[in-house]
């Protein structure tokens, strides 16, 4: 399975940005896909996951950001609001063939998509 992210660029604070990421096999409508972050000289950070049994956001983007999904199109997506500069990362989807939206692991990346928030 591949992935590629789009949707990246840059935005002032409190400005909206929507990520996508399409998957090249149509087996993922039963994979858990998620997104996740690495800020520059941090660690990379779970944001994100949506599988069969639901959704899981993290408490740093809980309701500003919002996940979902299109398996017709295979594509996953981020929809972030009231973007920070803290927000400011490279966006990484993922997969998983696991049904639980709380763990991993991950082993499908996408090649990632830097978004860029100005104060």
């Known amino acids: 399975v591949q992935l590629q992210a789009s949707g990246g660029g840059l935005v002032q604070a409190g400005g909206s940005l929507r990520l996508s990421c399409t998957a090249s096999s149509r087996s993922v409508s039963g994979y858990t896909m998620a997104w996740f972050r690495q800020a520059p000289g941090k660690e990379r950070e779970f944001v994100a996951a949506i599988g069969w049994r639901g959704v899981h956001v993290s408490d740093s983007v809980k309701g500003r950001f919002t996940i979902s999904r299109d398996n017709g199109k295979r594509t996953m997506f981020l929809q972030m609001n009231n973007l920070q500069p803290e927000d400011t990362a490279v966006y990484y989807c993922?997969?998983?063939?696991?049904?639980?939206?709380?763990?991993?692991?991950?082993?499908?990346w996408g090649q990632g998509t830097l978004v860029t928030v100005s104060s």
């Open positions: 993922a997969a998983q063939s696991g049904s639980d939206v709380y763990s991993g692991p991950y082993g499908y």
